[in-house]
T-cell receptor
């Protein structure tokens, strides 16, 4: 089991550019979550999917952010256009739901810096 | 709606000393409670969880937590810390029924000093 895989590990881009973060969940998991971590706000839930369908995107900051899950093995989080305030660590997590106590399995994150 | 409060943003402690990281929660429904740990440059890992039954829960690496319903608290403890315990610790809740969604606290950075 390779765990949740995120790419890239680090991304540095200029303001106004499009950024795409990628996530491969653990095989067989049916939930996928995108979180953003900053010093000011801690860990914020952006969006989550169940069986590839977005369930709750109320945490997505604004229309510049979008997320897709075209199949059970892959998800993307896109920011277009990026702004300096988007600088943060973005985590993807997956889980196999067997009840609301099912643990989340996190990737190592993508550290995004927008200059 | 639920919320989680971790009162201490940073806790320095000397090696082999005991430590307690505090967590309080608020919820109108019953919840499951969790502690996750984040080592530098890594994602979060589950440390322990409270589901029901005994209020004292034991986790990995010698950590334990006690659920106190009347005080709506779930404090994390370790009797003797090691340098390797230096990490950020997150308390989290999830409703027992209804929406499957974790709410995390803002985290407590534990720094173990030699």
């Amino acid at each position: 089991d390779a765990g949740v895989i995120q790419s890239p590990r680090h991304e540095v881009t200029e303001m106004g550019q499009e950024v795409t973060l990628r996530c491969k969940p653990i095989s067989g998991h049916d939930y996928l979550f995108w979180y953003r971590q900053t010093m000011m706000r801690g860990l914020e839930l952006l969006i989550y999917f169940n069986n590839n369908v977005p369930i709750d995107d109320s945490g997505m900051p604004e229309d510049r952010f979008s997320a897709k899950m075209p199949n059970a093995s892959f998800s993307t989080l896109k920011i277009q256009p990026s702004e300096p305030r988007d600088s943060a660590v973005y985590f993807c997590a997956s889980s196999l739901w067997t009840g609301n106590n099912s643990p989340l399995h996190f990737g190592n994150g993508t550290r995004l810096t927008v200059t | 709606a639920q919320s989680v409060t971790q009162l201490d943003s940073q806790v320095p402690v000397f090696e082999e000393a005991p430590v307690e990281l505090r967590c309080n929660y608020s919820s109108s429904v019953s919840v499951y409670l969790f502690w996750y740990v984040q080592y530098p440059n890594q994602g979060l890992q589950l440390l322990l969880k409270y589901l029901s039954g005994s209020t004292l829960v034991k986790g990995i690496n010698g950590f334990e937590a006690e659920f106190n319903k009347s005080q709506t608290s779930f404090h994390l403890r370790k009797p003797s810390v090691h340098i390797s315990d230096t990490a950020e610790y997150f308390c989290a809740v999830s409703e027992t029924v209804g929406t499957y969604k974790y709410i995390f606290g803002t985290g407590t950075r534990l720094k173990v000093l030699a």
